[in-house]
C-alpha cells in the first residue's frame, strides 16, 4: 500500500458526461501529481500540483481541470468526455516540488462508453 | 511529447534465468527511475538514478544511469514467478522548474516457471 488513495476505482459513463476522480495523498506529502495510462501513449503526464498551488501543466486537455484543495487532496474533473478519454489515471504524491520519489495509488479506470 | 525508448516491448523468460531492459532518449535527463506495475495496481519505485554512471542495486535489480544521460538500463538478475508484471522506465529533466516524469511505455516481463 502507497499510502495515496484514490476513489473511484472504476468508473463507467457516456460520452458527453462529466466526472471527477478524487487523490487523497500520502500523510505528509505536499506534492500531487495526475497521470492519464492509455494502451497506446502510456503513462502521460497531466499537471502537478504543490501546496495548493498548480506548478506544471503536460498533456492535459482543456476539457479536463483539476485542483487542489487546503486539505492536499486533489479532484481531477473531466468534462464532455469522448471515447479516447477511457483510460486509468492515476494520481502520485511526493514530499516536495522537486522529489522525484512519487508515489502512485491503485488508480482510477475510465471507461467511456 | 517527449518519449523514452523503452526495450523491448516484451519478454518471455524462463525462471531462473537473468533479464535486461533499457531505455534511451534524445535529451538528456538529470534522473532516471524505474517502476514496476501488477495488474490493477498503480507504479511502484524500484531504484532512482541521480548521477550519470551510477549503478545501484535493490535486491536482485540493478540499475544504471547512462554516461551521456540519456539512457539507462535495468537487470533482474535470477528471474522468480513474481517479477511478472510490466517495467517502466521514467526521466526527469528539472529544465524550467518542471518536476514531471516522462515514462516508457513498458516493457512486459513474463516468466515461465
Known amino acids: 500500500d502507497s499510502g495515496v488513495t484514490q476513489t473511484p476505482k472504476h468508473l463507467i459513463t457516456a460520452t458527453g458526461q462529466r466526472v471527477t476522480l478524487r487523490c487523497s495523498p500520502r500523510?505528509?506529502?505536499?506534492?500531487v501529481y495526475w497521470y492519464q495510462q492509455s494502451l497506446d501513449q502510456g503513462l502521460q503526464f497531466l499537471i502537478h500540483y504543490y501546496n495548493g498551488e498548480e506548478r506544471a501543466k503536460g498533456n492535459i486537455l482543456e476539457r479536463f481541470s483539476a485542483q487542489q484543495f487546503p486539505d492536499l487532496h486533489s479532484e481531477l474533473n473531466l468534462s464532455s468526455l469522448e471515447l479516447g478519454d477511457s483510460a486509468l489515471y492515476f494520481c502520485?504524491?511526493?514530499?516536495?516540488?522537486?522529489?522525484?520519489?512519487?508515489?502512485f495509488g491503485q488508480g482510477t479506470r475510465l471507461t467511456v462508453v | 511529447g517527449q518519449q523514452l525508448n523503452q526495450s523491448p516491448q516484451s519478454m518471455f523468460i524462463q525462471e531462473g534465468e537473468d533479464v535486461s531492459m533499457n531505455c534511451t532518449s534524445s535529451?538528456?535527463?538529470?534522473?532516471w527511475l524505474w517502476y514496476k506495475q501488477d495488474p490493477g495496481e498503480g507504479p511502484v519505485l524500484l531504484i532512482a538514478l541521480y548521477k550519470a554512471g551510477e549503478l545501484t542495486s535493490n535486491g536482485r535489480l540493478t540499475a544504471q544511469f547512462g554516461i551521456t544521460r540519456k539512457d539507462s538500463f535495468l537487470n533482474i538478475s535470477a528471474s522468480i514467478p513474481s517479477d511478472v508484471g510490466i517495467y517502466f522506465c521514467?526521466?526527469?529533466?528539472?529544465?524550467?522548474?518542471?518536476?514531471?516524469?516522462?515514462f516508457g511505455k513498458g516493457t512486459k516481463l513474463s516468466v515461465i516457471p
Open positions: 521514467a526521466g526527469r529533466n528539472s529544465g524550467a522548474g518542471s518536476y514531471q516524469l516522462t
Open positions: 502520485a504524491s511526493s514530499v516536495g516540488q522537486g522529489t522525484t520519489e512519487a508515489f
Open positions: 535529451s538528456i535527463f538529470n534522473t
Open positions: 500523510s505528509g506529502d505536499l506534492s
